[in-house]
């Protein structure tokens, strides 16, 4: 097992440039989650799936996100027309199938710069 | 609705001194809560949880953290502080598949 992926690592891009990045969750971890993490802030709730069913979105998640797990394995998170308020590191989790409350293991992270 | 506070975003400790980073939370259901560890450029990695039964949960690398339901507090502690300690440590709590982070507390280990 060799835990969450996630890639790039990093990626710097220009504004209005539209950026994708992959999560590649533990094998039979069905639940996938995707974080926004700013300087000096906690982990922000981006989105959950089960299986392939986007379950929840936040509010934080405008219109130029989108996120999608096709076939129930990896995920990736898209960024259109990126600004620069859009620079932060994206971290994806995953957990297993269980209890409500399983523990989320997490990637990396790929920190966006948009210049 | 969920919420949590970490008081003090940075604390600083002697190696061998006692850690105390201090967490409360708001929660209008049994809470489920969490401590993560976050070392530079790398992800969150689960330190302990609690979920129900005792309320003392004994996690990684010698850390531990009490539930208080009175004083809706999850502080972190650890008797003696190494360097290797040094990090930023998150407190979260969750219900149902969403998980609330709090701010974040640097810790400083002095040599």
């Known amino acids: 097992d060799t835990g969450v992926s996630q890639d790039p690592r990093h990626k710097i891009t220009k504004r209005g440039q539209n950026v994708t990045f992959r999560c590649d969750p533990i094998?039979?971890?069905?639940?996938l989650y995707w974080y926004r993490q700013t300087l000096g802030q906690g982990p922000e709730f981006l989105t959950y799936f089960q299986n392939e069913a986007q379950l929840e979105k936040s509010r934080l998640l405008s219109d130029r996100f989108s996120a999608e797990r096709p076939k129930g394995s990896f995920s990736t998170l898209e960024i259109q027309r990126t600004e620069q308020g859009d620079s932060a590191m994206y971290l994806c989790?995953?957990?297993?199938?269980?209890?409500?409350?399983?523990?989320?293991?997490f990637g990396p992270g790929t920190r966006l710069l948009v210049l | 609705a969920q919420s949590v506070t970490q008081l003090g975003s940075h604390v600083s400790v002697s190696e061998g001194a006692l850690v105390l980073l201090r967490c409360n939370y708001s929660?209008?259901?049994?809470?489920?809560l969490f401590w993560y560890v976050q070392y530079p450029n790398q992800g969150l990695q689960l330190l302990l949880k609690y979920t129900t039964g005792a309320t003392l949960v004994k996690g990684i690398n010698g850390f531990e953290a009490e539930f208080k339901k009175s004083e809706t507090s999850f502080h972190l502690t650890k008797p003696s502080a190494h360097m290797s300690d040094a990090a930023e440590y998150f407190c979260?709590?969750?219900?149902?598949?969403?998980?609330?982070f709090g701010a974040g507390t640097r810790l400083f280990v002095k040599a």
């Open positions: 989790a995953s957990s297993p199938p269980g209890q409500e409350q399983e523990t989320q293991y």
């Open positions: 929660s209008s259901v049994p809470p489920y």
């Open positions: 094998s039979e971890h069905n639940r």
């Open positions: 979260a709590v969750g219900g149902g598949f969403k998980t609330i």
